[in-house]
């Protein structure tokens, strides 16, 4: 059955007078919700600075609602990170380490191989690969990581490189952008993840990521992406020294792109975690910051598919929270997390699908096992089916 008519009720004709809010300033963004109109930049400021998280997230779930029901997407995935070697030094890392570091490491093709096989008990439908950007490590190595993973796991969708790691493996090979995707599509890769976004906005990005690359050619590389018929996701970091008008600024020029290629299939607000960083004076988010995150990202991003509430970052319990307020996704069973776990990350490194399961259907939702383009699964104990 096509996912869609799985929705559990109409929640398009909710009655506008369910909403109510002491905050006058929500009240003009709520009759453009209501009515399906696209919100402004400074709408986004009003959603930000509101004390009535509550109407925000109201807000967001009628949309949420509108666009999906009580569906709630996972996935079976399993991250790989080959190597943490980074010619990067970006202040918000606490994953990366310089070449010759001892606590470097870089995995050999057999063992990049073997640890996507390891770890778990139920068959997956994607790995996720990201990871530094290794000084002395060429395109070819990636793309026999990934010829090698189709080989042995054809069924399984690899959504792997960040638009950064694309930009550098481009730069290192002496290749356009689009010549590196092609090559990378020819090797085996489907499908790009959200990462190495952060936030847009020059000056803080001189800040916490100045070896990276600018927003403009993070959103150029994704447009080459999209523009080739690669889906991908998009990130923001937020909850270090950015302000509410970088975070609009960013979630708009994702927007105006989306707009523009359609090639984006889910956002993931990524809240900082300082431990281990050289920002580690930084204090770590609230629960109330996260949620109020999830929220502007749903009613700002009225062209986004999907809004993920990534469990590891969030912790299960909010992230569970988050699908009243807009989420609509949790990611997926992860199975081995490093970006998080560096920086302190207190989380498990992954959950199974029925943990998964149970903290969607305690939310009042209806749980779906998706493949990466968002297909449902369906199960027998060895393997798996994507619906078509
Ligand atoms: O780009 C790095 C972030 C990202 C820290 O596409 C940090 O489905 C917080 O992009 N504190 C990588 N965040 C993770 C990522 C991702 C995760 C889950 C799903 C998907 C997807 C993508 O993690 C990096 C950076 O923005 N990050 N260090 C830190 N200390």
């Not at 870089?106 to 068959?123: F, H, K, N, R, V």
């Not at 990636?142 to 694309?166: S, Y």
């Not at 509430?309 to 319990?317: E, H, L």
């Not at 009243?324 to 776990?341: M, N, P, Q, W």
Request: charged share 25%; with cysteine; glycine share 6%.
């Amino acid at each position: 059955m096509a996912v869609q008519a799985m929705k559990t009720r109409d929640q398009s004709a909710a009655p506008a007078h369910a909403f109510r809010t002491y905050d006058p300033r929500l009240e003009p963004i709520a009759a453009k919700v209501m009515a399906q109109q696209r919100l402004s930049a400074n709408d986004g400021l009003a959603l930000y600075a509101s004390s009535d998280v509550l109407a925000v997230g109201w807000l967001a779930n009628h949309v949420r609602e509108r666009m999906h029901g009580d569906l709630t997407y996972f996935n079976v995935n399993r991250h790989i990170n080959p190597t943490n070697v980074c010619v990067a030094a970006c202040k918000l890392c606490a994953f990366g380490r310089k070449k010759g570091d001892p606590a470097g490491y870089t995995m050999a093709l057999d063992e990049a191989w073997e640890t996507a096989a390891s770890g778990y008990s139920e068959a997956v439908t994607e790995f996720h690969i990201v990871g530094g950007l290794h000084p002395d490590l060429p395109l070819e190595f990636f793309l026999d990581l990934v010829q090698g993973l189709k080989k042995r796991f054809p069924k399984v969708h690899i959504k792997a490189f960040t638009m950064v790691e694309i930009a550098f493996l481009a730069r290192r090979a002496k290749l356009s952008v689009e010549e590196t995707l092609l090559k990378l599509r020819e090797a085996g890769v489907d499908s790009m993840p959200g990462g190495g976004a952060e936030i847009f906005a020059a000056r803080v990005r001189s800040i916490i990521c100045d070896h990276k690359i600018d927003g403009e050619e993070w959103l150029e590389t994704a447009r080459t992406a999209h523009r080739l018929g690669f889906k991908s996701n998009a990130t923001m970091l937020y909850g270090h020294i950015e302000n509410d008008a970088d975070r609009v600024d960013h979630l708009l020029k994702l927007r105006a792109l989306q707009d523009e290629t359609g090639g984006f299939q889910t956002f993931i607000p990524l809240a900082f975690h300082p431990e281990n960083t050289p920002l580690d004076h930084l204090p770590v988010t609230t629960g109330l910051t996260d949620i109020r995150q999830i929220a502007v990202s749903r009613l700002l991003l009225d062209n986004f598919p999907h809004i993920k509430a990534y469990w590891q970052m969030m912790t299960p319990k909010i992230a569970q929270i988050a699908l009243r307020f807009g989420a609509d996704d949790l990611d997926g069973t992860v199975i081995e997390e490093k970006i998080y776990h560096d920086a302190g990350a207190t989380t498990p490194q992954g959950l199974t699908r029925k943990e998964l399961c149970r903290l969607i259907t305690e939310a009042g939702r209806v749980p779906i096992e998706r493949d990466t383009l968002y297909r449902s699964v369906t199960r027998s104990e060895e393997s798996f089916t994507v619906a078509v």
